[in-house]
Structure formats: C-alpha cells, structure tokens
C-alpha cells in the first residue's frame, strides 16, 4: 500500500499502529504480550495445541472447532505451556460456559491433559490420531536412518581401503541403480505412504529395500496396519480389540522404538479410543496453526507480538 500510495512504507504501518487502527484502544492491549482471551468463542467441541510464534517462542492455542477456522475460531493465545498459568487465564471464563464444553481434542502431552481436566471437567478428551501414527512413522524412520548410516560408514572404509590397494573406487549398484546409501536416503517419502499409492519406481525401490533390510519390512507393515485400524473401524470396542492384537505383535517384533509407542498407548488407551466416538481429529487446530505461521510469513516475522496478535484477532477472533 505504500509503494501504491507513494508513501514510506513503514511510516505507514506506524501510522496504521498508532492512528489509523484502534490498536491503542484494544481492550485486551494491557495483557496481549502474556494472553489474549475471546470468551464468548467457546463452543461445545473445541481443540488445544501449541504453537510457536517468534524465534521459538510457545504458545497454547485453544480454538472454536465449529467456526472452522474463519471468525469465531479463536477462543485463547496465552504465552507457553505450563498447565497451572494457561489454566488461570482460561479460568476467567464462566464456569457455566467451560461445563458446556463436550469434547476436547489434543496431543498426548501430559501438560494439555492437565490443562483439559482443570477448565474442562466435562469434556471427553481425544487423543489426536495424527500424534499417535506420527510416533510409528518416527520409529520406522528411525531403522532407516540407523541402518543408513552404517551403509555411509561402510562406504566410507570401502573408499579408504581402494586408496591404499590404490585402486579406483566404484560404489556397488544395486537392481534398482541405487548404491545402498542412496537406496536408504531415498525410500524416506515412499514409507509414509501406503503401497497403493506408490509410484512404479517406488515400488521397485521398496522391493530392493525390502529385500536387503527385512527389519524395515517389518515396521513398515506394523505402521500401515496401525493406520489401517484407524481407517476403518468405526467401532471402539472393536478398535480396542485391534490396538490389542497390534500391540502384541509390536512385542514379538522386538523394536525397541515400536516398543516406547506401544506403552505410551497404553498409557493414553482411553483417550486414544475415544476418537472412534466421533472420529474427532486436532486437524482444526494444525489448520488454525498452518495459518498463523501464513500470516507470520505475510509480515517476516513478529517484531511486535501485541500488535500481531491485534491483526490475528481482528481475522479469527
């Protein structure tokens, strides 16, 4: 607007600060660096995440999941993560309102949970199911990384040992092209994703892979089948049965990473079967989330975190 108006443009934005907006004038102006509360947003199915809004700064974010990110979607940005603060400020809320609240969805950590239990004793938590796939697929990755590094490492003393035979050293290319390094750099994407949607050459790709390293075989199938109970049941008894068979076959497989996953799902079994209620998901919040960080990147950054949230308020609050 500057350049179009032939004005300087950040004369013009402290212009807009201070005269042209009603920034100066925010009822919430006093507290904005700490929090930001919209009371009358809050709704019976509402979602909390964090987020992180300038040089690695947290933030907890409690949305609307009905307004679906447009107007009405922010309910609260309170400054970090500890449970007993952001549940003081949510506490200014009505207690009549947060009772209201039936289902909130979240990630598994404890200080969320905590946060949850304390403003909202009647609502159902749920576990977000993107958390919980996310923690199989870092185990999986896991193997691949481990076992690429003892490749680069085998290279690397194949390369030393041609110096001294003074020999010129060819890599070993396997049926696909790729030399083992290249092999486990690049199956990374193909794992994420089920064998249906591979492409020819990632097919060929997993089969090498598959053949030269069955133990990534292995938690490749136990990833998809824990995606593949997700995606099809509807029932949470019946989900309950699945997770259990999927849990005892996560023992006799013997990965220690899988192993961590399966206890943390026990730990958080409850709340992990209440998604099969509704098929509730945190997607609203990453959403909500994806659009901060959209809005961060708009202005290179944030160099006044109360003005910012101003701006962010006047969208979605």
Same mark, same amino acid.
């Given at each position: 607007m500057g350049k179009y108006f032939n004005v300087n443009g950040k004369r013009l934005e402290e212009q807009y600060v201070?005269?042209?907006? &009603?920034?100066?004038?925010?009822?919430?102006?006093?507290?904005?660096?700490d929090w930001v509360l919209f009371k009358d947003?809050?709704?019976?199915?509402?979602s909390i995440d964090e987020t992180s809004l300038s040089q690695g700064e947290l933030y907890t974010v409690v949305t609307n999941k009905e307004a679906k990110c447009k107007k009405g979607a922010l309910i609260a940005m309170i400054k970090g993560?500890?449970?007993?603060?952001?549940s003081s400020v949510l506490k200014a809320i009505s207690k009549t309102k947060r009772n209201k609240v039936k289902e909130v969805t979240l990630d598994m950590a404890a200080s969320m949970q905590k946060i949850v239990r304390s403003c909202f004793p009647k609502a159902k938590q749920v576990t977000d199911r993107f958390h919980v796939q996310k923690l199989a697929y870092d185990a999986l990755q896991e193997i691949r990384i481990k076992h690429r590094w003892e490749a680069i &490492?085998?290279?690397n003393k194949e390369i030393e040992l041609s110096k001294e035979l003074g020999k010129a050293f060819t890599p070993h290319r396997l049926e696909n092209g790729d030399t083992?390094?290249?092999?486990l750099a690049r199956s990374r994407y193909l794992l994420f994703k089920p064998e249906s949607k591979w492409t020819p050459t990632q097919a060929h790709r997993a089969e090498v892979l598959f053949k030269h390293y069955p133990d990534i075989k292995k938690a490749y199938q136990l990833c998809m089948e824990l995606g593949s109970i997700y995606h099809h049941t509807k029932q949470k008894g019946i989900a309950f049965t699945l997770l259990a068979r999927w849990y005892d076959k996560v023992?006799?497989?013997g990965f220690?990473?899988?192993n961590t996953i399966a206890r943390t799902i026990q730990l958080n079994y409850?709340?992990?079967?209440n998604y099969f209620d509704n098929r509730s998901t945190n997607a609203s919040a990453e959403a909500f989330n994806a659009k901060i960080k959209a809005f961060r990147a708009q202005f290179r950054g944030v160099r006044n975190i109360p003005f910012f949230l101003y701006r962010l308020s006047k969208i979605y609050a």
């Amino acid at each position: 607007m500057g350049k179009y108006f032939n004005v300087n443009g950040k004369r013009l934005e402290e212009q807009y600060v201070c005269h042209l907006s &009603d920034f100066l004038d925010w009822e919430q102006l006093a507290h904005a660096s700490d929090w930001v509360l919209f009371k009358d947003n809050i709704g019976e199915y509402i979602s909390i995440d964090e987020t992180s809004l300038s040089q690695g700064e947290l933030y907890t974010v409690v949305t609307n999941k009905e307004a679906k990110c447009k107007k009405g979607a922010l309910i609260a940005m309170i400054k970090g993560t500890d449970s007993d603060y952001v549940s003081s400020v949510l506490k200014a809320i009505s207690k009549t309102k947060r009772n209201k609240v039936k289902e909130v969805t979240l990630d598994m950590a404890a200080s969320m949970q905590k946060i949850v239990r304390s403003c909202f004793p009647k609502a159902k938590q749920v576990t977000d199911r993107f958390h919980v796939q996310k923690l199989a697929y870092d185990a999986l990755q896991e193997i691949r990384i481990k076992h690429r590094w003892e490749a680069i &490492d085998m290279e690397n003393k194949e390369i030393e040992l041609s110096k001294e035979l003074g020999k010129a050293f060819t890599p070993h290319r396997l049926e696909n092209g790729d030399t083992l390094k290249q092999l486990l750099a690049r199956s990374r994407y193909l794992l994420f994703k089920p064998e249906s949607k591979w492409t020819p050459t990632q097919a060929h790709r997993a089969e090498v892979l598959f053949k030269h390293y069955p133990d990534i075989k292995k938690a490749y199938q136990l990833c998809m089948e824990l995606g593949s109970i997700y995606h099809h049941t509807k029932q949470k008894g019946i989900a309950f049965t699945l997770l259990a068979r999927w849990y005892d076959k996560v023992e006799k497989a013997g990965f220690k990473a899988f192993n961590t996953i399966a206890r943390t799902i026990q730990l958080n079994y409850q709340t992990i079967l209440n998604y099969f209620d509704n098929r509730s998901t945190n997607a609203s919040a990453e959403a909500f989330n994806a659009k901060i960080k959209a809005f961060r990147a708009q202005f290179r950054g944030v160099r006044n975190i109360p003005f910012f949230l101003y701006r962010l308020s006047k969208i979605y609050a």
